[in-house]
């Protein structure tokens, strides 16, 4: 059995995975972005 520790462990760590996909996510589309402004 888990205890609370651990799903909590288990809930930050998918919240932290999540930050990081959007993290890329908003820099991909800014690099997307930036030729268009430089053309």
């Avoid at 998918?14 to 991909?28: K, W």
């Amino acid at each position: 059995m888990l205890e609370t520790d651990d799903l909590e462990m288990i809930k930050l760590a998918e919240f932290g995975v999540y930050l990081g996909l959007e993290l890329a996510r908003s820099i991909t589309r800014k690099n997307e972005v930036k030729p268009l402004f430089l053309k």
